[in-house]
Structures are given as structure tokens and as C-alpha cells.
């Protein structure tokens, strides 16, 4: 008779466990995106700062558009390497709530399991087939989740390889495109 208030509390013990790890884990990733952001416009500034100097101590127009074309690589980089931090913090705290996520949905699943083999043990005679039923459900839920979760890793890891072959496409081509105008100069 007392089980049933502990098992309560200790759902919404869990409950609060995981409401408190998934605000962590909000909260971490926007202090790791404050700091990159905070970094990021320092970075800027200084930059904005030193090409500004540079450009001003230029002496003819033709040695102004050689010097634009050399700071826009590093900008472009930057910008790059900015993205990627951004996307390497989304995808780590895509990835710990994904865990949380996991982690709960097979403590249900050990939960309906147990609830399901008491309702078994203390059911009238001829209900076996309504709990073979439901433990038949459950098994093809469980297997239409790992198959959607499987699909969402490969998805995700298509994704990140996608990403990372077009930021390196286009440091690739900024690279290309700053070498062009250096080689006619020197022609």
C-alpha cells in the first residue's frame, strides 16, 4: 500500500533530476556560446583596428586593393572557424540531451516492463493474451524508436561531414581567389 506514494516520489525525484541535468546543460552551452561570441568581437575589434591602420598607411590605390585582398582571407577563415565552434557546441549539447533523452526512455521502458509483469502476476485467468499483446506493442515501439534513432545518428554524422566539407570548400576557394591576384602581380 506504501509502494505506491515512494514510487511517485521517486518518479518526480527523477523527473526533477532531469529537468535539472537539461538546464545545466542549456546553461553550459550558452555560457560556451556567450564566451565564443565575447572572444569573437574582440577578435574583430582588434582586427578592424590593425586592417584599418594598414589600410590607411597604403600610398596608392592599386597597393589599397592588394592590401583588401589579403585581409579577407584571414577574415574568412576566422568566420569559418567561428561556424565551426558554433556547430561543435550545438552538436555537444545535441548530444548530452540526447543521452538524458536515452537514458530516460529506457528507465520507462524498465518501468512499463515491471508495471507490466505485476499487472501480470495479479490479473484474472484469460488476460494473457491482452498482456502478450501489450508486451508485443511495446517491443515493436522499442524497435520503431532505435530504428528512428539509428536514422538520426546517420543523418546527423551525413550532416556534420557535409559541413565540414563545405567550410573547407570555402577556405579552399578564399584561398584560390587571394593567390590570383598575387600571381599577376608578379607577371
Do not use: C, H, W
Not at 592588394?66 to 548530444?95: C, D, H, N
Not at 543521452?99 to 518501468?111: F, G, H
Not at 551525413?158 to 570548400?169: D, K
Amino acid at each position: 500500500m506504501y509502494a505506491v506514494p515512494e514510487k511517485i516520489a521517486a518518479a518526480n525525484k527523477a523527473s526533477m533530476e532531469t529537468l535539472l541535468t537539461f538546464a545545466n546543460t542549456a546553461f553550459a552551452s550558452a555560457e560556451r556560446l556567450a564566451a565564443l561570441n565575447l572572444n569573437t568581437a574582440r577578435s574583430l575589434l582588434e582586427d578592424a583596428v590593425a586592417n584599418t591602420k594598414t589600410l590607411l598607411g597604403a600610398k596608392d590605390p592599386q597597393e589599397l586593393v592588394g592590401l583588401q585582398s589579403a585581409m579577407a582571407q584571414p577574415a574568412v577563415e576566422k568566420a569559418v572557424a567561428y561556424s565551426r565552434s558554433v556547430y561543435e557546441i550545438a552538436t555537444q549539447t545535441q548530444e548530452e540531451l540526447n543521452k538524458v533523452l536515452e537514458n530516460q526512455y529506457a528507465e520507462l521502458n524498465r518501468n512499463v516492463g515491471s508495471a507490466l509483469d505485476q499487472a501480470a502476476k495479479n490479473a484474472p485467468a484469460g488476460s494473457d493474451v491482452a498482456v502478450a499483446a501489450f508486451r508485443s506493442a511495446l517491443a515493436a515501439a522499442n524497435s520503431a524508436y532505435d530504428s528512428v534513432s539509428k536514422a538520426a545518428r546517420q543523418v546527423a554524422e551525413i550532416a556534420e561531414a557535409n559541413v565540414a566539407a563545405a567550410t573547407n570548400a570555402t577556405v579552399k576557394a578564399v584561398n584560390t581567389g587571394a593567390a590570383a591576384p598575387r600571381a599577376k602581380k608578379a607577371a
